[in-house]
Nanobody, 119 residues
Framework: QVQLVESGGGLVQPGGSLRLSCAAS????????MAWYRQAPEKERELVAR???????NYADSVKGRFAISRDNAKNTVYLQMNNLKPEDTAVYYC?????????????WGQGTQVNVSS
């Protein structure tokens, strides 16, 4: 089993910043990628940012230039630095981890952390 524990969510005013963290523990063998997704009320879950084991990153167009994903391999932790937050960034943010075990890739999810952007 793999456990993902997110932290860092909260209430922030438009234009503000937050930093989310996600620490992975448990049966970790070979992480292929870690990512952040988000889900706003009545909307589908969407990819926000992803970082591979080779440190390649990709972002949703809506957050490019404002969000930055990074990873501490030694701590199996992924971060999401969110700057210039907008009300439309309000959502539950979920951490995702993919790891390869033999020929298969398995995905794991955290419990989510709420981000509210409001004045």
């Amino acid at each position: 089993q793999v456990q993902l524990v997110e932290s860092g969510g909260g209430l922030v005013q438009p234009g503000g910043s937050l930093r989310l963290s996600c620490a992975a523990s448990g049966s970790i063998f070979s992480i292929t990628a870690m990512a952040w997704y988000r889900q706003a009320p009545e909307k589908e879950r969407e990819l926000v940012a992803r970082i591979t084991s080779g440190a390649s990153t990709n972002y949703a167009d809506s957050v490019k230039g404002r969000f930055a994903i990074s990873r501490d391999n030694a701590k199996n932790t992924v971060y999401l630095q969110m700057n210039n937050l907008k009300p439309e960034d309000t959502a539950v943010y979920y951490c995702n981890l993919d790891q390869r075990i033999g020929p298969n890739v398995f995905g794991y999810w955290g419990q989510g952390t709420q981000v509210n952007v409001s004045s």
